[in-house]
């Protein structure tokens, strides 16, 4: 794919407001996709506030709420209904972009210490400012997480604003430690207000579930794409900003599912959220395996969350603000 008609798929298909970098130097041949090749973003801040209200709206669709996102598309569409919190939300991130970044020279933990429920919060704050306000989400750090396997009988968790006793969809958002449940817990709540009610939904492995790490993840994208391309072999910058936009999704889209399906004939069962990984939890995951027992779910109690929100541990590799 030569340089122009790369340019052009990378803008078509990147986020509003972003203006990707495409190097000469990034044609493929079959290669792992690198770091090295993370397209290079430039966002205004009024772009980047937009981006960040528009993405925490993409977000809830993870915990069961309704953005009237296509079942068809995988990316994220603002709604007339959505209007007034995207205002709330830019204005918030406006707010926040004013400071330079400095929330993170203010607050710094060590990774993985304890952390307070008002600086946990203001830190993923920063990271989504810093990714999904802009610079992506899939930064230079997330090459460096390992593939792991979730062992058969191990319950993983989610928490949801409706009572779920089966996963639905292609792809279910999902943790496999109660800490990072911890923290779903206390910064979901923050972001939704005291009042709304939360299920802790769970249900437990039957077999082993493997987990890839980014680079295979890119990998078996780019094959997926080049299959679409009949055979046309993307560049890397253009595998990361695709991989960019399916991440955080609904997993319901052609090349979502197609990603997932290939994954799956390659022995795994979840790939991590890379959208909310080093900015909300350390190893959140869409789950998509059949290995899956009963599915249960209860209403957290007041103590449970009141117990979350007071066991918090700082992330083991933050997404920070570049």
Do not use: C
Request: charged share 25%; proline share 4%.
């Amino acid at each position: 794919m030569n340089e122009d008609l790369a340019a052009k798929f990378i803008e078509h298909h990147g986020v509003k407001g972003q203006k990707w970098g495409v190097r000469k130097d990034n044609q493929s041949s079959g290669s792992s996709v690198s770091p090295e090749n993370i397209p290079k973003v430039e966002v205004s801040s009024a772009d980047q506030a937009k981006n960040l209200a528009e993405n925490k709206q993409k977000s809830l669709a993870k915990h069961g709420v309704d953005t009237e996102i296509p079942d068809d598309d995988s990316g994220f569409h603002i709604t007339g209904k959505q209007i007034a919190t995207v205002a709330v939300g830019a204005a918030f991130a406006g707010a926040l972009l004013y400071g330079g970044y400095k929330v993170h020279k203010l607050i710094n933990y060590p990774p993985g210490d304890p952390v307070n429920l008002k600086d946990f919060n203001t830190l993923v704050a920063s990271s989504q400012i810093s990714t999904w306000g802009g610079q992506g989400f899939v930064q230079a750090s997330s090459f460096d997480r390992p593939e792991f396997t979730i062992p058969a009988g191990h319950t993983i968790h989610r928490l949801s604003t409706k009572a779920e006793t089966s996963l639905s969809g292609f792809g279910t958002y999902s943790v496999s430690d109660t800490k990072d449940f911890d923290r779903y817990v206390s910064n979901f709540r923050h972001e939704k207000g005291a009042g709304n009610i939360f299920h802790h939904v769970t249900f437990n492995t039957t077999e082993d579930v493997k987990v890839p790490n980014l680079r295979t993840t890119l990998d078996t994208l780019k094959e997926v794409m080049t299959k679409e391309q009949y055979g046309l072999e993307p560049p890397d910058g253009e595998v990361i900003a695709a991989y960019n936009l399916l991440s955080g999704g609904k997993w319901k889209g052609q090349r979502d599912r197609e990603l997932l399906k290939a994954l799956g004939a390659k022995g795994y069962g979840a790939i991590v959220d890379e959208m909310d990984a080093g900015v909300i939890g350390d190893r959140p995951m869409v789950f998509f395996s059949d290995a899956v027992g009963q599915v249960s779910s209860k209403v957290l109690s007041s103590d449970e969350i009141k117990a979350a929100e007071s066991n918090l541990f700082e992330l083991t590799a933050r997404k920070r603000a570049g």
